[in-house]
């Protein structure tokens, strides 16, 4: 079983709705959580990280954790056209100090 | 600041040549980290180095050695480079507690 899930996508969505990205995890004693944003041919940007059970907004987008059901989602509020990219969850597990990724979420925000 | 930096940028290279891909950040951090990214696998962790003279292998660490020649510096070498080893190659420095930010990444090609 994979440490991280994500569905591969695509995900379209039209320009000004809410993109809703999830994942699930498998080792229950996981403590961070994290979301990163990647355009075609660039690395890996930090976009939120999230410690605690419920929510975290952070300008349009919103990190939630539910560590009794193992997941993890991610929304973006009054998507654009900029969003387009793949999404990418990533948790550290208890005894590791590196990050395990998903394999991505590929969102496409139509105009 | 640069944050981390990574060259090069692209190389192709024959089977069983040997290259190193260098990687430097000037933020200080302790941790370092290269992870390759192939598609439909995410990104894998090869090696780590929690702080200046140690080094841990990671999920995939066959084919691969590295070296920390200082708090700046971490670099990879592929000593016979095999068609398996086609991928993208990132670098990532870690700001505590667990935060990572990663280097623009070398795409390289083994014909």
């Known amino acids: 079983q994979k440490e991280v899930e994500q569905n591969s996508g695509p995900l379209s969505v039209p320009e000004g709705a809410i993109a809703s990205l999830n994942c699930t995890y498998s080792?229950?004693?996981?403590?961070?959580f994290f979301w990163y944003r990647q355009y075609s041919g660039k690395s890996p940007e930090l976009i939120m990280f999230?410690?605690?059970?419920g929510d975290k907004e952070d300008g349009r987008f919103t990190a939630q954790l539910n560590k009794a059901s193992q997941y993890v989602s991610l929304l973006i509020r009054d998507s654009q056209p900029s969003d387009s990219a793949t999404y990418l969850c990533?948790?550290?597990?208890?005894?590791?100090?590196?990050?395990?990724f998903g394999t991505g979420t590929r969102l496409t925000v139509i105009p | 600041n640069a944050g981390v930096t990574q060259t090069p940028k692209f190389q192709v290279l024959k089977t069983g040549q040997s290259m190193t891909l260098q990687c430097a950040q000037d933020?200080?951090?302790?941790?370092m980290y290269w992870y390759r990214q192939d598609p439909g696998m995410g990104l894998r962790l090869i090696y780590y180095?929690?702080?200046?003279?140690?080094?841990d292998k990671g999920e995939v660490p066959n084919g691969y050695n590295v070296s920390r020649l200082n708090k700046r510096e971490f670099s990879l070498r592929l000593e016979s480079a095999a068609p398996s080893q086609t991928s993208v190659y990132f670098c990532?420095?870690?700001?505590?507690?667990?935060?990572?930010?990663f280097g623009p990444g070398t795409r390289l090609t083994v014909l």
């Open positions: 990532a420095s870690r700001r505590p507690p667990d935060t990572q930010y």
């Open positions: 080792d229950r004693g996981s403590q961070s």
């Open positions: 990533a948790v550290i597990p208890p005894g590791a100090n590196n990050l395990f």
């Open positions: 999230i410690y605690s059970n």
């Open positions: 180095s929690a702080s200046e003279g140690t080094t």
């Open positions: 933020m200080n951090h302790n941790s």
